[in-house]
């Protein structure tokens, strides 16, 4: 006989929001705490930790976090599978492809990797992958503290993209992503969706975007952990041995609305030379309303050299970065490198490469 039950004992609770924690640390690039709040009505509620799968939350792409964070209007290359699903609209007819590595503190390892196939004259389908490895971790038991072995825990989102160029100003994209949280033998799975627009307007070229990413429902942790033998006597009935399985509560993934604009400020006024600008400001379900800043300085579309500045986020601040291009009448390649200095854990390192053969 098996009797499951939800308990909400404080362990349990605990336990659970270990499971979310391991994974919301390392985006903490988005935490913004600046006191603990009790209740809704304080101004300085901000939801953290009420979220999990938040590596989702984890930038992507050299090039855009070089330019810290401000690249949902810019995104025209094979992040913009992360940063925006409309981008990948103007991507060339060729086949793209990109991956992305970045050395995360606490010895977490974030990867990514895309391609981009054109459909059709107009559309295009992409698909991408984000892996987020945290390592061996030293298990703790009550019986024998934090030697009891170690169990690893690891994040995967594998996403499918349509987007298309409605007219030669405006283009639209949508995402549907599986994500699965692992720790121990436990895991989480579910499916979200992102959806984004762009539009280059008359004024000055300047492009505006929309999205809304991680749209989905709640989701639990479900494992053999969760089952316990009941060698407690008082669980025992008429001298039969119960088995019983713990439930942890359903958690939300962090929804992001996203609004951002970009130009080029030389607007072809200096021959060879771009100066792109772009403003991201970002509101998210579990945190405060960040604003991205950032720069990007193409000499003859062979050299990039980015800066940028994340506000209102307690860790990340200001970033840059350099990214040089091969080009080509059959294949133009890309590697970019960016460096994000944090407050507290030190610096974090991304390097990108992306090729497009035509």
């Known amino acids: 006989m098996v009797y499951t039950s939800k308990v909400s004992l404080p362990s349990m609770r605990r336990f659970g929001l270990s499971l979310l924690i391991v994974a919301g640390f390392a985006s903490s690039s988005l ?25 989702q ?6 090039r855009a976090a070089a330019m810290g964070g401000a690249f949902s209007a810019l995104a025209d290359d094979i992040t913009a599978l992360y940063w925006n699903p409309a981008g990948i609209a103007k991507i ?21 990797v895309g391609a981009v196939l054109p459909i059709s004259e ?28 170690t169990f690893n825990a690891n994040d995967l989102a594998i996403g499918l993209t349509l987007a298309g160029a409605l007219t030669d100003r405006f283009s639209f994209g ?30 000055y070229n300047m492009k505006i975007s929309l999205d809304l990413s991680n749209l989905g429902p709640d989701r639990g942790f479900t494992g053999n952990s969760l089952a316990l033998l009941a060698n407690n006597p008082s669980l025992n009935v008429v001298g039969r041995q119960l088995d019983t399985r713990l439930v942890t509560s359903d958690f939300p993934i962090p929804l992001t609305f ?16 771009k100066l792109n ?40 601040g200001i970033a840059g970065g350099l990214g040089v291009r091969y080009k080509s009448e059959d294949f133009n390649g890309n590697i970019d490198y960016a460096i994000s200095p944090t407050r507290t854990f030190g610096l974090i390192h991304r390097i990108s490469i992306s090729a497009a053969f035509q």
């Open 92 to 112: 060339g007819n060729g086949i793209n492809v990109g991956a992305t590595y970045t050395r995360w503190f606490g010895d977490i390892s974030h990867n990514f």
């Open 122 to 149: 107009k559309y295009r389908a992409g698909i991408s992958m984000t892996f987020v490895d945290y390592g061996s971790m030293r298990k703790a038991t009550i019986d024998k503290d934090y030697n009891a072995g």
């Open 277 to 316: 600008v772009a403003v991201d400001f970002a509101t998210h379900s579990d945190n405060a309303e960040t604003i991205n800043l950032g720069g990007e300085y193409l000499w003859n579309d062979l050299l990039a050299l980015r800066a940028g500045y994340a506000f209102n986020q307690d860790q990340l």
């Open 174 to 203: 949508v995402t549907a992503r599986y994500i699965h949280n692992a720790i121990l033998d436990l895991s989480a799975d579910g499916i979200s969706f992102d959806a984004g627009s762009l539009y280059q307007t008359d004024f």
């Open 57 to 62: 939350n984890i930038w992507v792409g050299a």
């Open 258 to 273: 996203r609004i951002g604009v970009a130009t080029d400020i030389f607007q072809g006024k200096i021959e060879g030379q």
């Open 31 to 55: 935490v913004h705490a600046q006191g603990t709040a009790t209740t809704t009505t304080n101004s300085n509620f901000t939801n953290v930790g009420s979220t999990g799968a938040t590596f």
